[in-house]
């Protein structure tokens, strides 16, 4: 079961144009989600309740949870264009334009592998095998142990940091475009999106395995 989904938001009222020149601005959510059987079983069974109790309370029911998919992230263009006209004997009006393109990318969380099954008893659940790969970008996770002193008793607390970057990543590309009008009647455009100049590029990027234990 998988969900993906491209949003782009602010891409009509952020455009402003003067003379030949027009600036616009977009951004674009991007997310994928995807879910196992063994997960959507742990929710809901399809089989009766009493097979699935004694089943559970005896040696218990394993569910996989391999194939956990997950990636989000967003995405913001700023484009900077230019068009003019061009005089093309063969056309009655002919026009090329070219817009270049600065991206700018938020962190990135990711999870690229999942293996794995959780045991369901009765009572709970355990696991000592299931684990996930994710894949950071943009971000740094610092895990530490934090020591206090109460009342005479040294202390010892598990503590996470996440530090963000404001621009995860950047990278540029342009477009290239061009319309026109041929014999009066014939009206044609055509357009080339996003030829690279320099590739989304994490200034960051750390991968980490999480173990599940219980």
């Known amino acids: 079961l998988s969900l993906h989904t491209n949003t782009e938001l602010g891409s009509t009222p952020l455009n402003f144009v003067f003379d030949r020149y027009a600036l616009s601005f977009s951004t674009v959510v991007m997310g994928e989600v995807g879910v196992p059987r063994g997960i959507v079983d742990l929710i809901a069974d399809d089989r009766d309740f009493a097979t699935q109790y004694q089943e559970a309370s005896t040696t218990g ?11 989000a992230w967003v995405l913001g263009k700023l484009g900077f264009s230019h068009a003019r006209l061009i005089d093309v004997p063969m056309f009655d009006r002919f026009a090329a334009g070219m817009t ?6 938020s962190p990135r969380v990711r999870v690229v592998e999942s293996t794995g099954d959780i045991l369901v008893r009765n009572t709970g659940w355990e696991t000592e095998t299931a684990k996930a790969v994710i894949e950071f970008g943009g971000m740094h996770i610092n895990r530490y142990d934090e020591i206090t002193l109460v009342d005479g008793v040294l202390d010892t607390v598990r503590k996470t ?3 963000n970057d404001i621009i ?3 990278g540029l590309g342009f477009d290239l475009g061009a319309a026109g009008t041929w014999n009066k009647v014939w009206q044609f455009s055509f357009a080339i999106h996003n030829i690279p100049l320099r590739s989304l590029t994490w200034n960051t990027a750390e991968r980490r395995t999480y173990e599940l234990h219980t």
Do not use: F, H, I, M
Not at 61 to 71: L, M
Not at 100 to 105: I, P, T, V
């Open 100 to 105: 270049l393109n600065w991206y700018g990318a």
């Open 61 to 71: 029911t394993p569910r996989q949870v391999s194939g956990v998919k997950a990636d």
């Open 168 to 170: 995860g990543a950047w």
């Open 161 to 163: 940091e996440v530090e």
